[in-house]
């Protein structure tokens, strides 16, 4: 799920611009030397790792992830996206220039999102509790990544309903994958490396 | 798998090549702001053109070039079998129950002609200079320090993570793991990225460490190696002319 | 002689509770070539690492560590121009998508002027033989060239003590080669842990035998390495040229 150049109207690619320069300004600033290489570490993994292709019967899928970002960086996931959307759009011109800005909006909110609805897993003392809330949060930062897409969509045009309708739709089993994608991951680095999960 | 090198042809020569990396970004952004901007099929189709033209110029092969389109064309695809369908509007055919409305072609049209011309931009732009002479302008544009740093240790690190996977894949595969619809596969996938996230997280430490043995204090540091000549200011304002020109084109046509 | 390194009852425990080090002292002087060679384990890498004042501050450690005259906290952040560290593993120190920006790092955070960097940048990549190699990116270099351009970011920026981990593991006899020569070529101190015991015979004119976070013993290389019993007893094997030479061969 990427934008890519020419679809979008000027509001919509300008103001989700100017909504990512700021939540960027405000995290770069918040962010410790020793933070850049952590992130920048992490970003080439989960750059890499999306490019993971999921057999979903005939076709295939590659991951987005972005609920991972979120569940590792924490509130940095922002700018991780940024920065791995930006190489996505120059090494693989997947994504696009203008619309930088929607597409880190679009997956960059939800991984924030899906790093608060973690954290509600400590609430929880059963041995699962850190896979079930990795799953809801891997699969929430998918879709709610989808409605954002949707809304920008239909805030550019009405004639786009139904390709909004239909990108939503289609994200449903990556919704799926993604969430046990997510629960695996999580389950692993809580048995092998719980201090990457904030514990 | 394999990562395109967006600089496997900078190393040309052209008069792309030789522009100074700053005002190449500046002006040719500037150029793709005039493609997304297009508002009609006539100004739309002129900036492809204009694309195509520039793309020629900077001697980049259209194999090469062909080869990255395979995204936009993907998603261009979409709203080509999409848009005509289901926006309302004059109907100029009809199959059986499918009627396709001029509006929505149109719409699509518009869209693909502009995701392209964008999209074959960023390879005069980008693909004429090492990526790190891309990253040193992007500094001297003052885009934030870190943001560029993450940038380029993100870039660098890129190539390692993909060996570590790729190494790892095969040790699965070597192990009789075959991927394909189910709970196996996924878990295994789950376990080999977690495994990626955890080399990843131990190095940064490392890394963090050689850099800090040499001198580094959270600010990156770059030679200022560009020169700014007549040169480059008069391909810039030719290209910003070209880009006002598809503007205001876009007004009058 | 004049001193370089001074080390006085180093001890130093991890955050998660190994010992790594349990009283070392150690005087280095100038110009000496040092091996310093244990089994997996030892506490050479952690030995290594405070002459660079970057262990976690979280671990537990006394004694001091003078270099240079020079006391060195723990996690002491002023630039050591004059203490090169090259780390194990060379995807760690080439952190740049260029090799020209990594053997620039150094000098550039010194704040030396362009003209004396790119100077700089010129000599260091001569000194290890990868002269024209600038443009090139680390991932687009075999292991003895990664090697090579990893000492060479640290030979930019000058330094007096050249501190060195593992500088030949996973080469090839060439590479390997190549590396040994170029550490005889390099006239400042160096401290070089290794496992390459034939290697130390080569470049170091004297040994230190770590065991446990312990100095076991230390000496002139030769002497160390030809005792054969006491390297046995901490899992090490004689260099197989010494052993060839004791069997007559
Ligand atoms: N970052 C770390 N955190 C916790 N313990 C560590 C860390 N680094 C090393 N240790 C421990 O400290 C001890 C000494 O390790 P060190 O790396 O100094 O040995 P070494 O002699 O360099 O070994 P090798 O030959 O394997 O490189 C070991 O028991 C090791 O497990
Ligand atoms: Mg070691």
New interface residues.
Partial sequence: M??????LS?PVWTGCLAVTAAI??VS?RK????D??????????F???S??H????PTSVHLI?NG?VGI?LGPLAF??I???L??Q??????????TIGANTVMMGLPAVGAYYLFRLHRLFKFRVSAGIFGALAGGVAVFLGAVILALLLVTTGS?F???AK?AVWAHLPVMV?EG??????V???KQ??PE?LGA | MHLPEIDKYAHLDSPLHSWDPRVKIVSLFCLILSMVLASNLLVAGLGLMLAVALVFLSRIPFGFVFLHLRWVMLFVLLFFIIMPLTVSGEEIARFHFLSISRRGLELASLIGLRAFSAVLLVFPMIGTMKFSSTTAALQRLKLPNKLVQMIIFTYRYIFVALDEMGRMFMAARARGFRSGTNLHTLKTVGNLIGMLFVRSYERTEHIHRAMVSRGYDGTLRVLDEFALAKKDFLKAALVVALALGLYFAGWTL | MKEAVRIENLHYTYPEGTQALKGISLRIYEGESVGIIGPNGAGKSTLLLHLNGILPAAGQGEGRVVALGEEIRRNDKRIRSDIGFVFEDPDEQLFMPRVFDDVAFGPLNMGLSGEEVKARVKDALRAVNLAGFEERSPHHLSAGEKRAAAIATVLSMRPQILVIDEPASDLDPRSRRNIIHLLNTFRMTKMIATHDLDMVLEVATRCILLDEGKVIKDGPGEEVLKNRELLEAHGLEMPLSLLLRSQNF
């Fill in positions: 990427h934008i890519a150049d020419g679809v000027v960027t300004g770069l962010m410790k030397a020793e850049t290489p952590r992130i920048a570490l992490m970003t080439s993994a750059f890499i790792a490019l993971i999921i057999p979903m019967g992830l991972l590792i700018v991780a940024l920065v791995g930006i190489l759009a120059v090494l693989f011109k997947h994504g696009g220039i203008t004639e309903i139904v390709v239909l994958i046990l994608i997510a629960a695996f991951v389950t692993f680095l092998v490396k990457m």
